[in-house]
Every structure is written in C-alpha cells, then in structure tokens.
C-alpha cells in the first residue's frame, strides 16, 4: 500500500467508511480521488449510461454517499432540505427540513443549499447560511440542531462542514468575526471556537494527520493558510501568499498540501502599492475624524470594485483594519502554493516548495492524481503540472467545452471528469499530456462537484441526480 492510498483509506476506516465511499465535499479527506474504484464509461449522458435518475429540488451542493445511502441537500420554497435516497436504485428514502431563520445576502452564484453534507458512517452534519448546523442520524431522525450566524459576508458563508475524531468542523469567514468552530458530533455542543484574523473566505477546510502527532485540520483564508489542531483549536502553522477570496479547497498528496487561491485584479503585474493608513488619513482625511469617506478619497485610491467589498462593517466609513485589508488585497498576487507538511509558526520561507501563478482557477479545487496537478479554469482551460516540481506539463482547450466551471475535477480509474456549468461533463486521461476521450453534454447546468463510489459516478444537475455507470 503506498503512501497516498493510506492517506486516503485510514481516515475512512477510523470513522467507519469504506473505501468506496465518499464522505464529504471531493470525497475522502477533500482529495477527489476514489483509489478503490472500478472503472467508469467514459461516455455518458442523460439517456446514456444512466442506472438511475431521481428528480430532486434545486442546490449546489454535491451529493455524499455513505453504505447504501446518498445524502443531498437543497432549497425549496424556503425549505432548507435535508434528503436521504438509497443508493442502489434513487428512491428517497427520507427528506427532512428545516424553516431558514433568515435569508443570508449571498453572490448570484451561490445558493442557500450549496454547502455540502459530511458524514461519519452514522449520522449526516448539514449547514446552511440561512440557519446553521443540524444532525440526522441514517433513519431521517433529528439528532441535533445549532444555529449559527447571522453572517457578515460579501458572498455568503459557503463553506461546508467536515468531520474528523469525533467533531463537525466548519470554517465561518466573514468580514468582521470571522471563526473556525468544532462542535462534538454526539451532542452538538461547541468543542471549541477560534478566532480567525481573516477577511473573506469561501473555501473547505481539509485534515492533516502527522505521523505519531496529532491531527490538524488546514483551513485557507484570505492571505494565509492556517492549520489549526483537532483537539483544541489551537494554530499550529501557517503560510501566507494567498490572495484575500480563496474558494478552492486545498487537497493533500503524500507529505504535501496543494492549495489555489484567485481573485480578480491579482494577477501577475496587476498589483498596487497604496500609501499605509497614517499616510492617507494624513492626505485626505479632511474633517480630521479618524475615517475615509468616499468623498475624501483620491480617485487614484479608490476601490477598482463597490465600495461595499472593502467596507467590512458597512458603515460607509474606511477604518484601519479595513484600509490595511484594502491596501493588502491590492498588492497580493494570485497562486498555486505546494507546501511541504509539518512545522510550527510561519513555515511561509522554508516549507513551500514551488508557486504557479499563470492561468489559474476561480472555484474549481487543483487535482493531484497519478503525480500530476490537473487544473481547470472557466473558458474550458486544463494545466497539469509535475506535482514535485510545478513545471507545465500541458496546458490546452478543452475544445467543445469552452464555458464556465465551478465544480471540481474528479479522478477514478485513470480518467479526470471535469463538469462543467452549462452541462458538459468531459473525460480525460489522467496523464500529464493528457488527452479528451470524450465531451458529454447533459440538458441542464452543472455546478456540483460529482461524487463517486464503486462503479458509478453521481452526478448533480439543477434539477436532478443521476447514477452513471455501465450499461452492461
């Protein structure tokens, strides 16, 4: 057994999976991979390969698959629904939903059912913004419920919950309070809760679990990567060199983390160096009352966005901690980091092992199968990478495909399945000069990451889940 399929399998057995399942958001500890899988058609479509299809309410986030059951949630008419649906044929099983207790703003892209579940073999953890998190145990009954937020977000909390040593574990960034909180799966009390000094963030966190130490779990934020450990909340390490909006989840290969982080107006060559907060308060603070208005500030010094994105606490007023926040996202560059695991404190000079910074991901999580980082970004452009090195091994069009992509790339059986927003799902080889082996289009976007289990893939559309796999 090699090193990377025991960093994938021992997190499923300590908590009662199997290797076929698929736990959580990109499957065993966020990686994307299904190593025990059997092979899945590289052609398929909605009358194509389909073992079963079962109509289902609207959301975004992916389906998780634990034993014999699937477990989804979603949106409808102001429901926010918990379903459970047997895995061998689609029929729910049971549906469950909780009333929102508000309705959090969020970006037009996200959605008040886009987190994903987790599950721990025995019960299911759900969170939606518009509420917070809730229990199921396998038969549909309500174990626990504790709400969360109201939220502070430019785009809304979107982060979905993991479980690792007894404990659901979300990442709650905001603008102002921003947290990372562990609550005990039994009971759904607060374990711990940690402060995060962190702005923006919209990303899901994964686990680390040392040899002979302690378990970590690696959240990115904006501007830094921070492991945290299991048992305490307690920082252990951290790297900085992202940008302020990470979305991507990082995933781990062998000893090391690979994480993305894009946000617009940070590619290379488009940064900007702006005075610090003393400087500018003593250039055009005019009344003299501590803040900036948007009347005071120069034109040169102006948000290239809505004043909104930088105006953390929404008082129409820039402070200190928001103009530091401002001046650091305008001078923060956009990357794809490789950080050898382990150490304490900032581990930013002698831990990272190379940065790619060239034609990188908005959403979509990086990829790391067979020694190769796949990357995929909206227009329908694929990079791979060595992932020791960080040389380009390939980089092309996905011709046929060329739309948006805000689901992550997937990988059994020697094939990447990339899905796309407007239906196009397209196989790769999982090689680094790799090649399409087929373009399939389904009748309805796509925004959730599949999920796969033995010998079949799931795949979410808006309206519906499908069961891939072969016809024979």
Known sequence: MNRLTRSLLYPLLAIGLFGADWPQFRGPNGSGLCPS?????AEFGPQKNVVWKTEAPAGKSSPILAGDRIFLTASDSGELVTMCLRRQDGKVLWRRSLRAARREAQHTLNHPAAPTAVTDGK??????????LAAYDFEGNERWQLPLGPFNSQHGVVGSPIYADGKVILVCDQDTDAYIIAVEADS????????????????????????GGPAQVIAPGSYQLT????????????????????????TIAGDIV?????????????QVELPTFS????????NRD???????????WQPTGTWRAVDLDRDGFLNEREWTFFRTRRASRNGLLAVRLGGSGDVTETHVLWRHEKSLPDVPSPLV???????????????????????????????????????????????????????KVVVLSAAGDWDILSINAFDSEIYATPAIGEDRMYIRTRDALYAIGSSK
């Open 290 to 300: 501590g803040k900036l208005s948007p009347e005071e500030l120069p034109q040169p």
């Open 188 to 211: 759904g009390k607060v374990a711990w809760k940690t402060p995060r000094e962190v702005i923006n963030g919209y990303s899901t966190p994964i686990v680390h679990r040392p040899a």
């Open 37 to 41: 899988c059997g092979q899945l058609p």
């Open 258 to 270: 690979y994480f993305n982080g894009w946000t617009p107006g940070n590619d290379s060559g488009q």
């Open 227 to 250: 492991a945290y450990s299991v048992a305490d909340g307690e920082p252990r390490w951290f790297v900085r060199g992202l940008t302020c909006q990470p979305k991507s989840a990082p």
């Open 279 to 286: 400087e500018v308060i003593a250039a055009a603070d005019a």
């Open 369 to 423: 199968y067979n020694g190769v980082v796949f990357l995929v970004r909206s227009g329908g452009i694929v990079t791979t990478l060595d992932a020791l090195t960080g040389k380009v091994l390939k980089q092309g069009r996905l011709m046929g495909a060329l739309e948006d992509y805000y689901a992550s790339p997937v990988g059994a059986g020697g094939k990447v399945y990339i899905a796309g927003a407007q239906g």
């Open 123 to 132: 019960s299911v953890y759900v969170f939606f913004a518009d509420f917070g």
